[in-house]
């Protein structure tokens, strides 16, 4: 022990003196952390985190409970007979396929994985992944909550993401040759059998997994959200007024912050003032369809090229809808 | 495994029962109002009931395994191993908590 002490004691000394030199030198005041915590910056942004978390934790709740019933009492069987034949029939189904699953993104891979190794096409499930977590009747009951004194950005919302997703689906459908899959899908039934009369416990239980699975999310992105309100809100405001500057930040944004789809509208709630109507439908669009968290998971399943090319070609088709959309809306 | 196990149960209902007491905590003291618009005091009151009853449900999750030594929930729960990256996620939620009754 005295030998560690006479080998570290020196140079740590020094340190020390080097630091209160430093100090001494540049007389600076010892930095405060309370002085920050109590100022009108930290207050702004607790309120604002806070308020995003709140509001938005109903929906996610509710996001999480259909989820689980749905996940003990609809089965793959049944989705994978009433699927249609027809690519064109197809594409509208997986366009409102969401209706019966209203989950998030999170929760859609797992489904996909399980409907396409029961025959369901590639290009299916990939609307199926675009539209799914946008077309559902919990998605649209919170936006049109968040965005309460403008209903047609609910709207707006539902219709784009509906055409962006059909139009994806007939571009891959055409061209799509190779097979997208990274691996073929291995014989393996993931399905589990809930005991008799759990039913209520089952609901909580898994409830309580998916909440954990993306409360982190929703409560990351709402730090992020709310820190960049509060330290750069103003320079936001002359952005968000610019044609496809705006949009670019918005769907940058969407990607990075990676929020459920049931919980989002929130978020871009709070940035109504400073952003135009259609750089907002942008966010609301294209960050369910394509995001962080959901690149990982498609890149589970998918080839890496065909993720990069899906995500590119939604994009790109997703910004020119807000943008068109915006410009109709002005001419009206 | 069973340890670390019951921990998870443990810290999520802690989290889960924190959520649930700063909703009705804001709710006592009127000032829930002053974070979101009217329409939304019902439905975040009623989640702090949901919240509660997972709440409850995870302790009752963590007695049965204390008690019988093996998993009440069904096998295709995935709890991940409490390391690092596990610490990290459930400080993530503790935060709102946190920073929500310091500042009031």
């Known amino acids: ?38 100022s009108t910056d930290f207050a702004a942004f607790q309120a604002v985190f806070i308020s995003i978390v709140l509001e938005a934790l109903p929906f996610i709740l509710l996001g999480v409970a259909v989820s689980s019933i749905l996940q003990i009492f609809v089965t793959e ?72 004194d403008q209903p047609e950005v609910a709207y707006a919302r539902m219709g784009l993401a509906f055409a962006a997703a059909a139009a994806v689906g007939f571009l891959l459908y055409r061209f799509m040759r190779k097979d997208p899959l990274r691996h073929s899908l291995a014989a393996g039934d993931t399905r589990h059998s809930h005991r008799q009369g759990g039913l209520l416990t089952g609901i909580l239980g898994h409830s309580s997994e998916e909440f954990f699975e993306m409360g982190k999310y929703l409560i990351l992105g709402a730090g992020i959200t709310a820190f960049i309100q509060t330290s750069i809100g103003d320079s936001l405001y002359s952005m968000g007024q610019g044609g496809l500057s705006s949009h670019l930040f918005m769907a940058g944004l969407a990607y990075v ?17 400073q952003f135009s109507k259609s750089s907002l439908l942008t966010f609301l669009v294209l960050g369910p369809m394509i995001d962080f ?4 998971m498609l890149l589970s399943v998918f080839k890496s090229r065909f993720v990069l090319r899906l995500s590119l070609l939604t994009a790109l088709v997703v910004v020119a809808g807000a943008i068109l959309t915006g410009q109709l809306s002005s001419l009206f | 495994m069973n340890r670390s196990r019951i921990t998870h149960y443990v810290i999520r209902g802690i989290i889960l029962t924190g959520f649930a007491s700063y909703i009705s905590f804001l709710s006592k003291t009127g000032r829930l109002p002053g974070y979101m618009e009217p ?5 975040v009151k009623l989640s702090a009931l949901v919240l509660t009853a997972m709440a409850v449900y995870q302790a009752y999750l963590a007695l049965v395994t204390i008690r019988t030594g093996r998993q009440a929930a069904c096998e295709c729960e995935e709890l991940p191993p409490l390391r690092l990256k596990a610490v990290i996620v ?15």
């Open chain 1, 1 to 38: 022990l005295q030998s560690t002490v006479i080998r570290w004691a020196p140079p740590f000394l020094g340190m020390i003196c080097c630091a209160i030199l430093y100090q001494i030198v540049t007389t600076r005041p010892l930095p405060d952390p309370s002085a920050f915590l109590a």
């Open chain 2, 39 to 43: 329409r939304m005091l019902l439905p």
């Open chain 1, 293 to 296: 968290k959901g690149t990982l």
């Open chain 2, 90 to 104: 459930y400080a993530v939620f503790a935060l709102p908590v946190i920073l929500g009754f310091w500042g009031s």
């Open chain 1, 77 to 148: 069987d049944m989705v994978r007979r009433y699927t249609p034949r027809n690519p064109a029939a197809g594409i509208l189904f997986a366009c409102v396929l969401g209706l019966l699953f209203p989950v998030c993104e999170c929760g859609m891979i797992p489904v996909i994985r399980r409907l396409m190794h029961k025959g369901m096409p590639a290009y299916m499930a990939v609307v199926f992944i675009l539209a799914g977590p946008v077309l559902n009747p919990i998605t649209f009951a919170s936006t049109y909550i968040a965005f309460h």
């Open chain 1, 257 to 273: 912050l990676s929020l459920c789809s049931t919980s989002d509208a929130f978020v871009a709630a709070s940035f109504s003032t």
